[in-house]
């Protein structure tokens, strides 16, 4: 997918910063490697999942809203658009989402609207799902991922929450068209296959692309690169006053 060239300078400048922390002393070169820090599940009884398309939360989250959902957890999906793609109406897709959100257990769920919203619409309809409900987190996509309304989500929920002074949210990135680097790694083994089920419930969407095999194998390598064995989720945790400062241009 083509990259605007306002989030192409987004993704280089984020890069940018940190090889330059990473290598503008020895002090940092050598403290600049670290070990993402490996939980049950995260911190908190109340979350918001903010999805681009859907399919992204299964893709993105999805063992992880099954194990936070097993502890009693709150989880709220929110699908900002339901696009048509190809010869599937966007009706399929609903059809779709509500397969997958049975299979991960959701039923706090839904659909915004068909298409995609306007950035303006989408800062409105963020920060009208943060001031309705009081959430320890927010699940999202991360702000290298390549893909344009990916980036908008990431960015749009950053500027609502500095609209609200809420500089301390918490957002919890992951990832879904590309990989991040990871502050927390959550061990999704046991729930793998009710993942890998609800991923392939988007039968419009892995007709396309395989994401299921693509899944499989980056938290395949997630529990390798942590010497553990199965299948790994990784995030980046991070607060909207810090995500704003990477955003900030």
Not at 75 to 87: E, I, K, P, Y
Not at 149 to 160: K, N, P, Y
Not at 195 to 216: C, M, N, P
Request: some cysteine; aromatic content about 8%; hydrophobic content about 40%.
């Amino acid at each position: 997918m083509f990259v605007s060239g306002r989030y192409l300078r987004l993704e280089l400048r984020y890069i940018y910063e940190k090889v330059r922390r990473r290598v503008s002393s020895q002090y940092a070169i050598s403290s600049s490697a670290w070990d993402p820090k490996l939980v049950d599940v995260p911190s908190g009884e109340r979350f918001l999942v903010l999805s681009p398309h859907t399919d992204d939360e299964a893709i993105g989250c999805g063992g992880t809203i099954m194990k936070l959902l097993g502890r009693g957890r709150s989880v709220r999906v929110v699908h900002l658009s339901n696009q048509r793609t190809g010869m599937h109406s966007s009706s399929e897709r609903l059809a779709e989402a509500r397969k997958a959100m049975e299979i991960l257990g959701v039923t706090n769920h839904v659909v915004v609207q068909d298409e995609f919203p306007s950035f303006d619409d989408l800062r409105g309809i963020i920060a009208g799902e943060m001031s309705s409900g009081n959430y320890d987190a927010v699940f999202l996509p991360s702000p290298i991922e390549n893909h344009d309304q990916h980036l908008a989500t990431c960015r749009a929920w950053a500027e609502s929450m500095a609209s609200l002074s809420r500089g301390a949210a918490v957002a919890i990135l992951f990832e879904v068209w590309t990989p991040l680097i990871p502050n927390m790694l959550v061990d999704v083994t046991d729930v793998m296959p009710r993942k890998i089920e609800a991923i392939r419930a988007y039968g419009s969407q892995v007709e396309l692309v395989d994401y299921a095999r693509a899944v499989e194998g980056l938290s395949s390598y997630r529990a390798a690169m942590a010497g553990r064995n199965g299948y790994l989720e990784a995030f980046l945790s991070i607060q909207a006053s810090d995500l704003n400062d990477i955003l900030r241009t």
